[in-house]
C-alpha cells in the first residue's frame, strides 16, 4: 500500500502531496522575514513550520547557519521530511509551549502565522523568550485586523444584518478536523508589541506585507501599506520574561 499524507484536511497520495507543495513559493512575508535575519545570527529556529517551505529556503540562503524548524503537528513533519528529504533532519517535533531547549540557546527566532493560532499566546512567548539569548531577535508575523478586504466583508456583513435578524457570524475554522487550523485572536500591531513588550521585548521595527493582485490593489497597497493582509513585527529581547500572567 503507498504511504499516504494528511494536509489541509484531506489524504493525499505521494505524488499528489509532491505536486500541492512543491509547486509553492516563497511569498512576500518570508521574504521580508529572510531579509531580517542578522549575519550574526548563528542559532535559528522557525517554529510551526508547517510543511518546510520556508525551511528550504533559509538553509539555502544561509547554509552556514545552524537551523532547527519546529512543529507540533506530526502530520507537518512528515510532509517537510518528504518534500524535502535533503533536510530532513532539520525539522523537529517542538511544542511551543515547552520548547525542548536550553535557556539563551537561540540568536534568532522565526515566528511566522502561528500566535493567531494560540489559546495561550502569552505563554508561548514567554517560553520563546527563555530560548532566546539576551539581544536574541524574534521575528513574528500574523494577520493584520486592517486587510482592506476583511474590512470590506466585515462592513458588508453589519450591512446585511440591519435588515436580515439573526445573521449569524461565521467562525475562522479552516478545517474541523485539523486541530490547529483555525483564527482565534486576531492582533494589531500595538497589542502584539505589548504582550511582547512586558514579556521582555523591545521594539526594532515593524512592517506590512504588500501582497496586492491587480493594478488597484497595489497601488491601494503601496499607498496605505497598512491594509495589507499580513504585519511582520522584530523585536529583541532586553530581559528575562516574568513567570507569572496576569
Known amino acids: ?9 484531506e489524504n493525499l497520495s505521494a505524488q499528489e502531496a509532491k505536486e500541492k507543495f512543491l509547486s509553492f513559493s516563497i511569498g512576500k512575508r518570508q521574504e521580508k522575514c529572510l531579509e531580517l535575519i542578522e549575519l550574526n545570527h548563528q542559532f535559528i529556529i522557525d517554529l510551526g ?28 513533519l512528515k510532509i517537510a521530511r518528504f518534500i524535502y528529504p535533503h533536510i530532513s533532519h532539520l525539522f523537529k517535533k517542538i511544542n511551543v509551549y515547552q520548547i ?12 511566522q502565522d502561528v500566535i493567531e493560532h494560540l489559546e495561550g499566546a502569552a505563554n508561548a512567548i514567554k517560553e520563546i523568550n527563555r530560548v532566546l539569548k539576551q539581544d536574541g531577535v524574534l521575528i513574528i508575523t500574523t494577520p493584520s485586523p486592517y486587510y482592506y478586504k476583511d474590512l470590506v466583508n466585515f462592513v458588508k456583513y453589519e450591512i446585511i444584518r440591519k435588515f436580515k435578524k439573526n445573521l449569524k457570524l461565521s467562525s475562522v475554522v479552516f478545517f474541523d478536523n485539523v486541530e490547529w487550523n483555525r483564527h482565534v485572536y486576531c492582533w494589531t500591531p500595538s497589542t502584539l508589541y505589548t504582550l511582547l513588550n512586558v514579556n521582555g521585548f523591545e521594539y ?28 511582520i513585527l522584530k523585536v529583541k529581547k532586553k530581559r528575562d520574561a516574568e513567570g507569572k500572567i496576569v
Not at 209 to 216: A, I, M, N, V
Request: charged share 20%; glycine share 6%; net charge negative.
Open 1 to 9: 500500500m503507498s504511504e499516504t499524507f494528511f494536509a489541509d484536511g
Open 49 to 76: 513550520c508547517y510543511t518546510g517551505l520556508f525551511c528550504e529556503a533559509l538553509q539555502k540562503k544561509y547554509p552556514e547557519k545552524n537551523i532547527i524548524a519546529g512543529d507540533y503537528d506530526d502530520n507537518n
Open 100 to 111: 525542548n531547549y536550553d535557556k539563551d540557546y537561540f540568536d534568532c527566532v522565526i515566528f
Open 204 to 231: 526594532v521595527m515593524h512592517d506590512y506585507c504588500q501582497e496586492g493582485q491587480g493594478l488597484f490593489s497595489k497601488l491601494l497597497l503601496y499607498i496605505c501599506p497598512f491594509l495589507s493582509p499580513t504585519m
